[in-house]
Every structure is written in structure tokens, then in C-alpha cells.
């Protein structure tokens, strides 16, 4: 063999090596920072939940309490639901070990379209959206409500329209897709409160 060929293949295989070793590293670091964001969100919706149950205690007046409770089940039921979501979507996985989530989990999809659950997934937001939204007369918080627990298509940077359950769950590492369903019961808590703030102030 040529000292040039011989000297082309080692520099070869220490290119490919660092690529490998670069993408598996920078790949251990994408799934660390998502776990680390979504630490913080169960973080702040716990937070939000409890500071909900200390604005709950404070409406006294007698047609904005029977409202608030009726929310106060509905998100209880939602975030329930997501983290059902959640654990069926771990398995035995451990729910910290963040590196070992780089697979895909594609329960909502099927070869030719949505599974089951993945229909059920979208029935659940639908319903709990035009559910929260019949308790809500502020509009500021309904178009909140209507962004935040929305199902609609999505529009990228380019302009091309994407199905929303697709474009958010579709062939994303374990760790994105818990991310993104803790984001959602975030959301949810925040709305929560959002709610409750509204009926504080109209209380006579």
C-alpha cells in the first residue's frame, strides 16, 4: 500500500471516529438539556398547582365558586390524563435517565395514519379546551386558552402547513415528546390560574 493511501485511510478513520464520537456527544447533550427543561416545568406546574389551590380558598362568591371547582376538576382530570400519557410512554424507563430517551416513541401513529390512542390524544385536548373555555368570559384568556391547548394545524417558518400532532410527536426522541406533554400540563396550570384571578376580581 502507498504511504499517501496509507496516510488517506488513517486520516479517514480519525475523521469518521471524531464525527461519531461529536454527534453522540452533542446527541447526549440535546437529551440532557431536554430533560433538564423538562425538570423545570414539573417544577413550576407544581408550584402554580399549589398557589391555584391557595386562589381556590379565596373565592367566596357563590357563582364564581361553583365555577372555579368545575375547573379545578377539569385540569385535575386533563394533567392526570397527560401524565398517564407520560408513563405509558416511559414504560420501565427510568423517568431521570434522560440519555437512555433517544428513541423514538410513536404510540400516537400507525404505518397508515393515528393509532388509537393517538385519536384519543387529540379527543382529550379538544374536549378539554371547549370545556375550560365555557368558564371563561375574559377574552385575553380565551384566545390563551385557544393558542396554548390548540390542535390546528401549524404553520412553519416557510409557510408549509403541518398536522399539529405530526409536527410536535412524530419521530422525536422519547425525552422531546415527555417534554412536550409536561409543557402542556404547565400551560394548563397557568391557565388555571389565569381563571381563578378572573373570578377574584369580579367577586363581589
Do not use: C
Given at each position: 500500500m502507498?504511504?499517501?493511501?496509507?496516510?488517506?485511510?488513517?486520516?479517514?478513520?480519525?475523521?469518521?471516529?471524531?464525527?461519531?464520537?461529536?454527534?453522540?456527544?452533542?446527541?447526549?447533550?440535546?437529551?440532557?438539556?431536554?430533560?433538564?427543561?423538562?425538570?423545570?416545568?414539573?417544577?413550576h406546574?407544581?408550584?402554580?398547582?399549589k398557589?391555584?389551590?391557595?386562589?381556590?380558598?379565596?373565592?367566596?362568591?357563590?357563582?364564581?365558586?361553583?365555577?372555579?371547582?368545575?375547573?379545578?376538576?377539569?385540569?385535575?382530570?386533563?394533567?392526570?390524563?397527560?401524565?398517564?400519557?407520560?408513563?405509558?410512554?416511559?414504560?420501565?424507563?427510568?423517568?431521570?435517565?434522560?440519555?437512555?430517551?433517544?428513541?423514538?416513541?410513536?404510540?400516537?401513529?400507525?404505518?397508515?395514519?393515528?393509532?388509537?390512542?393517538?385519536?384519543?390524544?387529540?379527543?382529550?385536548?379538544?374536549?378539554?379546551?371547549e370545556?375550560?373555555?365555557?368558564?371563561?368570559?375574559?377574552?385575553?384568556?380565551?384566545?390563551?386558552?385557544?393558542?396554548?391547548?390548540?390542535?390546528?394545524?401549524?404553520?412553519d417558518?416557510?409557510?408549509?402547513?403541518?398536522?399539529?400532532?405530526?409536527?410536535?410527536?412524530?419521530?422525536?426522541?422519547?425525552?422531546?415528546?415527555?417534554?412536550?406533554?409536561?409543557?402542556?400540563?404547565?400551560?394548563?396550570?397557568?391557565?388555571?390560574?389565569?381563571?381563578?384571578?378572573?373570578?377574584?376580581?369580579?367577586?363581589?
Amino acid at each position: 500500500m502507498k504511504r499517501s493511501t496509507l496516510i488517506f485511510l488513517v486520516f479517514s478513520i480519525i475523521v469518521v471516529t471524531g464525527l461519531i464520537w461529536f454527534g453522540m456527544y452533542a446527541s447526549r447533550e440535546v437529551l440532557t438539556a431536554f430533560g433538564t427543561m423538562n425538570s423545570r416545568l414539573e417544577t413550576h406546574s407544581t408550584s402554580v398547582a399549589k398557589d391555584n389551590d391557595s386562589l381556590l380558598t379565596l373565592i367566596k362568591d357563590e357563582e364564581h365558586i361553583l365555577k372555579a371547582k368545575e375547573v379545578d376538576t377539569l385540569v385535575d382530570n386533563f394533567k392526570k390524563y397527560l401524565e398517564s400519557i407520560k408513563e405509558e410512554m416511559l414504560g420501565i424507563k427510568n423517568p431521570t435517565d434522560y440519555e437512555k430517551m433517544d428513541q423514538a416513541n410513536n404510540m400516537f401513529f400507525t404505518e397508515n395514519g393515528f393509532s388509537e390512542k393517538g385519536k384519543e390524544f387529540l379527543n382529550k385536548i379538544n374536549q378539554f379546551r371547549e370545556e375550560i373555555l365555557k368558564s371563561v368570559d375574559d377574552t385575553d384568556i380565551k384566545t390563551t386558552i385557544s393558542e396554548k391547548i390548540s390542535t390546528n394545524d401549524v404553520i412553519d417558518r416557510s409557510g408549509k402547513k403541518h398536522n399539529w400532532l405530526i409536527y410536535n410527536f412524530k419521530d422525536f426522541p422519547l425525552v422531546a415528546s415527555i417534554t412536550k406533554l409536561t409543557q402542556m400540563q404547565s400551560d394548563v396550570s397557568s391557565i388555571e390560574s389565569d381563571i381563578y384571578k378572573e373570578y377574584l376580581r369580579k367577586q363581589k
